[in-house]
């Protein structure tokens, strides 16, 4: 088994390249040629499906095959922010049938996937609690909402380019591909929903878990502390769209500095701070 895992293992960054490049090439053929390859079109969603697919047997049977879900280190972790954040965008694609930005999140899953299979390494004997499916959920749900903010960012920088190019009278490339103004908003406030339900779920599970793993542990752990405030500035912002009170820049702004805060949070959390999070 383990060398079907390192074969998938080798091959899933070529797979999202290949996807990548399938939507980059329908990214870029309406411009080139007047009119969009809808057979591409149609085509590519199979190929993202179909990575998708190979990536959760790899995320499976790694979890069978070591008695543990892929949590145990940062290169598992990165492993399944790429499923992940390409998973959230193949449901994003699917309920808005809006097909034109995939390149933009693809890439990340590239970037996450690249690094996890250069470096991750096949633990068999780690520490008990990493062994807990619960904590497996806590954290793929977390994962899943933290994919749901990085594609809300990207969205809202989507859309201060876009509305600096319509500013500049630029109407090019960019002009021509990407979805409105309004639509790019949309699909930012979509995914940071999306984001912000799967966070709940995370902390919810993780309310659940934490006193039995952890009986001494402390509500002011930093990890805890700065997811918090993450949520609570998603909560902010969801609800003030919903109430009409934010709109437009101001909206994808907020996607984006929360963005920027829960990287800082993963950051400071796993690398500087001490926190009972800080499992390896």
């Known amino acids: 088994m383990n060398s079907f895992i390192d074969f998938i293992n080798n091959l899933l960054p070529f797979l999202y390249i290949i996807t990548f490049t399938v939507y980059s090439y329908d990214f870029m053929s309406e411009r080139s040629f007047g009119k969009a390859n809808r057979g591409l079109a149609n085509y590519k969603r199979l190929f993202l499906f179909s990575t998708l697919l190979i990536h959760l047997i790899y995320l499976l049977t790694r979890t069978i095959a070591f008695n543990h879900p892929p949590i145990t280190n940062v290169f598992e972790i990165f492993t399944v922010m ?27 899953s590239i970037i996450f996937q690249v690094i996890s299979s250069i470096f991750i390494k096949d633990l068999i004997e780690v520490k008990e609690v990493l062994r807990n499916n619960l904590l497996g959920s806590h954290v793929f749900t977390a994962l899943l909402g933290l994919s749901g903010f990085t594609i809300s960012a990207v969205y809202g920088f989507l859309y201060l380019t876009l509305y600096k190019d319509i500013k500049l009278n630029k109407f ?92 800082m949070s993963t950051m400071i959390s796993n690398f500087l701070a001490k926190s009972f999070h800080s499992f390896y």
Request: proline content about 4%.
């Open 172 to 263: 090019g490339l960019i002009f021509n591909r990407l979805p409105s103004l309004e639509v790019l908003e949309k699909l930012s406030y979509l995914s940071a929903v999306i984001g912000f339900i799967l966070l709940t779920i995370a902390m919810t599970i993780g309310v659940i878990w934490l006193p039995k793993a952890f009986p001494d542990f402390s509500y002011s752990d930093p990890k805890l502390i700065s997811s918090f405030l993450v949520w609570l500035l998603y909560g902010i912002g969801i609800l003030s769209k919903s109430l009409g009170k934010w709109r437009g820049k101001k909206v994808v702004v907020l996607s984006i500095i929360g963005f920027v805060m829960a990287i």
């Open 82 to 108: 790429a499923f992940s954040v390409s998973f959230s965008y193949f449901i994003l694609e699917l309920v808005t049938d809006i097909r034109g930005t995939g390149p933009f999140i693809i890439i990340y």
